[in-house]
């Protein structure tokens, strides 16, 4: 496909402007959301609410490697599989697809979104910093640990890794204690049933966020690397929500924080009584992903409720397509070859038999 990129200050020509996608009309919200790599616009219904979000790529962003990663992701239809996907993306949405919206003179591409409920833990540390809101009482936390490790668990049992597991790809929802995460452009199938390949830094692939990536990896240099595993970001992520206090930094990962043995101080009662053990050492801020527990096992300690899942429906079509044709065009260029040697084979034997007769 041909992705048609935009700035955001194009793009802020579209609030309050209406778009018809597919059957349904949605509204642009007033003011888009901007953010590093891309930006959001959100989607409201007829009732004012929103009920989806469009994610524009930047144009430095959009590689064809990231495109193609994106396609397939699409094409795996992950929210219909699990909620664990709900912030996954589900469709294009395009002016070559639908149409420009009314008085709109540019083309565009983004991926369309489920509204998931919630606030980032990132807004939620940096309201209460400011004295907006306070933090979560320690029952809610807990909830919120567990419903967060049975989403990385689930992920596990599929053989995904999101690969960005950060404050701000996290969505806690405070009223019902549920979180969710968001963001999967820097996933990593591990899984031997599907397969498409890690893309490369150099490509447009994502090592992770800051302080949030485990540190040999965020020291790696090298195009190729890309995460293993989310064990790090999640062990940062329930350090944040186990322990933090106010006047705790709501800016930065506790792999940075200067009073780290504090912090682990404050986490060991509740740690020692969820069996999270792992928590309250040092060694948390430096051990190798693979020396740190699996989030199944994790899960299992913790009796989380898992989400439901259902059966997976069968990877891209359009791969599968493309594996036959490859393989079918291998074994004929095989046959060819095996044809030119026996045709080989039968010249020479010929010009020996002539030699012979003459």
């Known amino acids: 496909m041909q992705y048609s990129p935009i700035s955001p200050r194009q793009a802020s020509s579209l609030a309050d402007q209406t778009w018809t996608i597919g059957q349904t009309t949605y509204q642009f919200a007033s003011q888009l959301r901007s953010g590093g790599e891309a930006f959001l616009y959100p989607l409201l219904d007829t009732n004012k609410k929103i009920v989806a979000y469009l994610r524009f790529l ?3 962003f959009a590689s064809p490697g990231r495109i193609e990663r994106t396609c397939w992701l699409i094409d795996q239809k992950w929210p219909a599989v699990s909620s664990v996907f709900l912030g996954a993306p589900y469709a294009w949405a395009s002016t070559e697809l639908h149409g420009r919206p009314p008085g709109f003179g540019l083309d565009f591409t983004a991926t369309l979104h489920q509204s ?7 807004a939620i540390k940096t309201a209460a910093d400011r004295g907006k809101q306070p933090l979560p009482r320690m029952e809610t936390r807990i909830a919120l640990v567990k419903s967060m490790v049975a989403q990385f668990a689930t992920l596990e049992s599929l053989g995904i890794v999101h690969g960005d597991p950060s404050d701000g790809n996290l969505l806690l929802d405070i009223r019902t204690r549920e979180a969710k995460l968001i963001d999967f452009d820097a996933f990593v199938v591990r899984s031997n049933n599907l397969r498409f390949p890690a893309l490369p830094v150099s490509e447009g692939g994502v090592k992770g966020t800051p302080g949030y990536m485990p540190p040999d990896l ?3 240099s090298g195009s190729s690397v890309a995460p293993y595993s989310d064990r790090f970001g999640r062990d940062m992520l329930m350090l944040e929500l186990l322990g933090m ?3 705790d930094p709501a800016d930065a990962s506790p792999s940075s924080w200067s009073h780290q043995q504090l ?3 404050a986490v060991r009662p509740t740690a020692e009584k969820l069996g999270l053990m792992h928590l309250a050492d040092l060694s948390v801020f430096t051990s190798s992903e693979k020396d740190r527990p699996t989030s199944k096992d994790l899960a299992i300690a913790l009796s989380c409720q898992m989400p439901a899942v259902t059966k997976r429906p069968p990877a891209n079509p359009a791969n599968t397509i493309s594996h036959v044709a490859n393989d079918l065009s291998g074994l004929l260029g095989r046959f060819h070859a095996w044809w030119r040697s026996i045709n080989e084979f039968c010249d020479k034997i010929e010009t020996k038999v002539r030699r012979w007769f003459r």
């Not at 998931?116 to 990132?122: C, D, F, I």
């Open 263 to 265: 912090l682990l101080d």
């Open 218 to 220: 965020e020291a790696t």
């Open 245 to 247: 206090r106010p006047g």
């Open 58 to 60: 930047q144009k430095q």
């Open 116 to 122: 998931v409920p919630g606030l980032s833990w990132a």
